[in-house]
């Protein structure tokens, strides 16, 4: 017979088995999601679930009249410790991929690979062709072809449970070039889903002139020195696109994206990790979650960045754009400037045309080295605000901050206490352009530069 009451059992041990299996779920079908990223960002919400399980047990065992389960228990150390090294694995698959897209983690010892490398017969291409290129799996490189052909060398590669399989298996799979209207069409044969796993690396060299469509669903994509547009699809891997005389549109959804030397337009949209972006003579549109940095330098039209947390559009950046998950710099723009965001830093130098800003949670810092000549709007919310602008400098503001002071360096500018908020409204010289600054939680700093 007991001699005291029964022990309530934890509900903790349960809930780290199921936070376990979430993050294995997400890990697989949410690969972009970047669950390491998002563990290394909140891992303090583990000790609130942690404290609020023990509060539930507590508050149950008293309704009960059950004994409190212990803090910790051995059993609850233990799924501690198979969390944390379920965590570790998804945290090494993450960073291996990142750096091996190709990389696949094999279960068993018993995985043969084969390969062979052939070259195609090559086709005759006229200028202006388009060439399509599509592999299931593997890369894809193409080149400009010094003759007006089309020339692909491949390399296969299966794998299988042993030597004899994988050879067997190598002689189903086989590329071809389709004559097309307008150009050729290069991909597998039917039957290649058939050989098991397959892997056909391709290097292609087509006319300087063609125009070239691209699609591998894992693998990366390099294209370069080709003076008709280019289109590339990759559903995992990295993509490279340099020297281009045409558009460029690549569409993404795992890696990294490279493309510079385009004198065209560069839309970038999916899903991905780093971007960089440079020396573009058209527009430069990024439509979707990239989790950067993200880097963009001198493009000759307008830059666009659209996100579910982001919508920037820039004019004529003769300069560099940076961007990460919490801060954005900007130096260097000849046109303006419209951004909404949150959570966010900003870092503004030299911005030469309109400026328009909206942030919440976020520092925000404008420098400019020559006097103002279009209105200046900067909205924050809990967050500070410090604008600078040179000697001689001529304009109109409103400044007001709730629960904030402001500061001015300016003379004759003289902010207004009006109970916890402050309000600052003045002129600076003659005729200038319109500054509205506005904050809340936070100071307001108009400084004098140098």
Same mark, same amino acid.
């Given at each position: 017979?007991?001699?005291?009451p029964?022990?309530r059992?934890?509900?903790?041990?349960?809930?780290?088995?199921?936070?376990?299996?979430?993050?294995?779920?997400?890990?697989n079908?949410?690969?972009?999601?970047?669950?390491?990223?998002v563990?290394?960002?909140?891992w303090?919400?583990?000790?609130?679930?942690?404290?609020?399980a023990?509060l539930?047990?507590?508050?149950?065992?008293?309704?009960?009249g059950?004994?409190?389960?212990?803090?910790?228990?051995?059993?609850?150390?233990?799924?501690?410790?198979?969390?944390?090294?379920?965590?570790?694995?998804?945290v090494?698959?993450?960073?291996?991929?990142?750096?091996?897209?190709?990389?696949?983690?094999?279960?068993?010892?018993f995985d043969?690979?084969?390969?062979?490398?052939?070259?195609?017969?090559?086709?005759p291409?006229?200028?202006?062709?388009?060439?399509?290129?599509?592999?299931?799996?593997?890369?894809?490189?193409?080149?400009?072809?010094?003759?007006?052909?089309?020339r692909v060398?491949?390399n296969?590669?299966?794998?299988?449970?042993?030597?004899?399989?994988?050879?067997?298996?190598?002689?189903?799979?086989?590329?071809?070039?389709?004559?097309?209207?307008?150009?050729?069409?290069?991909?597998?044969?039917?039957?290649?889903?058939?050989?098991?796993?397959?892997?056909l690396?391709?290097?292609?060299?087509?006319?300087?002139?063609?125009? !070239?469509i #691209?699609?591998t669903? @894992? =693998? $990366?994509?390099?294209? %370069?020195?080709i003076? +008709?547009? &280019?289109?590339?699809?990759?559903?995992?891997?990295?993509?490279?696109?340099?020297?281009?005389?045409?558009? !460029?549109? #690549?569409?993404?959804? @795992? =890696? $990294?994206?490279?493309? %510079?030397?385009?004198? +065209?337009? &560069?839309?970038?949209?999916?899903?991905?990790?780093?971007?960089?972006?440079?020396?573009?003579?058209?527009?430069?549109?990024?439509?979707?979650?990239?989790?950067?940095?993200?880097?963009?330098?001198?493009? +000759?039209?307008?830059?666009?960045?659209?996100?579910?947390?982001?919508?920037?559009?820039?004019?004529?950046?003769?300069?560099?754009?940076?961007?990460?998950?919490?801060?954005?710099?900007?130096?260097?723009?000849?046109? +303006?400037?419209?951004?909404?965001?949150?959570?966010?830093?900003?870092s503004?130098?030299?911005?030469?045309?309109?400026?328009?800003?909206?942030?919440?949670?976020?520092?925000?810092?404008?420098?400019?080295?020559?006097?103002?000549?279009?209105?200046?709007?900067?909205?924050?919310?809990?967050?500070?605000?410090?604008?600078?602008?040179?000697?001689?400098?001529?304009?109109?503001?409103?400044?007001?901050s709730r629960?904030?002071?402001?500061?001015?360096?300016?003379?004759?500018?003289?902010?207004?206490?009006?109970?916890?908020?402050?309000?600052?409204?003045?002129?600076?010289?003659?005729?200038?352009?319109?500054?509205?600054?506005?904050?809340?939680?936070?100071?307001?700093?108009?400084?004098?530069?140098?």
């Amino acid at each position: 017979m007991a001699n005291g009451p029964i022990r309530r059992r934890s509900i903790f041990g349960g809930l780290v088995l199921i936070l376990i299996g979430t993050f294995f779920l997400l890990h697989n079908f949410a690969p972009d999601l970047g669950i390491a990223r998002v563990i290394s960002t909140y891992w303090p919400a583990l000790l609130i679930f942690w404290g609020l399980a023990k509060l539930v047990d507590h508050f149950a065992a008293q309704r009960t009249g059950q004994a409190s389960a212990p803090m910790i228990s051995g059993s609850e150390v233990g799924l501690l410790f198979l969390l944390f090294v379920a965590i570790g694995s998804i945290v090494v698959v993450d960073w291996v991929h990142k750096r091996n897209p190709d990389f696949d983690l094999h279960i068993g010892i018993f995985d043969h690979s084969v390969s062979s490398t052939e070259e195609l017969a090559a086709k005759p291409a006229a200028a202006g062709s388009t060439i399509s290129i599509t592999t299931p799996r593997g890369s894809i490189n193409v080149r400009p072809e010094e003759t007006d052909q089309v020339r692909v060398i491949v390399n296969r590669t299966v794998t299988s449970t042993n030597d004899i399989e994988a050879q067997r298996m190598l002689q189903k799979v086989h590329l071809t070039i389709n004559s097309v209207p307008g150009g050729y069409d290069i991909r597998p044969q039917p039957g290649w889903e058939d050989a098991g796993s397959v892997k056909l690396d391709l290097e292609v060299h087509v006319p300087k002139q063609a125009n !070239v469509i #691209a699609k591998t669903d @894992r =693998g $990366d994509v390099n294209v %370069s020195d080709i003076s +008709g547009p &280019v289109a590339v699809t990759s559903g995992h891997g990295d993509v490279e696109i340099h020297n281009i005389g045409g558009d !460029v549109s #690549a569409d993404m959804q @795992r =890696g $990294d994206a490279r493309i %510079s030397g385009i004198k +065209g337009n &560069v839309r970038l949209a999916g899903r991905g990790n780093e971007v960089d972006l440079g020396d573009i003579t058209g527009d430069a549109n990024i439509d979707g979650e990239f989790y950067g940095p993200i880097r963009t330098r001198n493009v +000759g039209k307008t830059t666009h960045f659209l996100s579910s947390r982001t919508d920037l559009t820039l004019a004529q950046l003769t300069g560099h754009l940076e961007m990460n998950s919490g801060r954005l710099e900007i130096s260097d723009l000849a046109g +303006g400037l419209n951004l909404v965001t949150k959570n966010k830093d900003i870092s503004l130098e030299n911005v030469a045309g309109r400026i328009h800003i909206e942030d919440r949670h976020g520092d925000i810092e404008a420098r400019f080295r020559q006097p103002p000549h279009e209105e200046l709007s900067i909205s924050n919310d809990s967050g500070p605000i410090d604008l600078t602008l040179p000697p001689g400098s001529n304009f109109e503001i409103l400044a007001t901050s709730r629960s904030g002071d402001i500061q001015t360096d300016f003379p004759g500018l003289k902010p207004a206490q009006e109970g916890d908020s402050s309000r600052l409204e003045g002129k600076v010289g003659a005729r200038g352009p319109q500054i509205h600054l506005s904050t809340s939680y936070g100071t307001i700093h108009i400084r004098k530069g140098p």
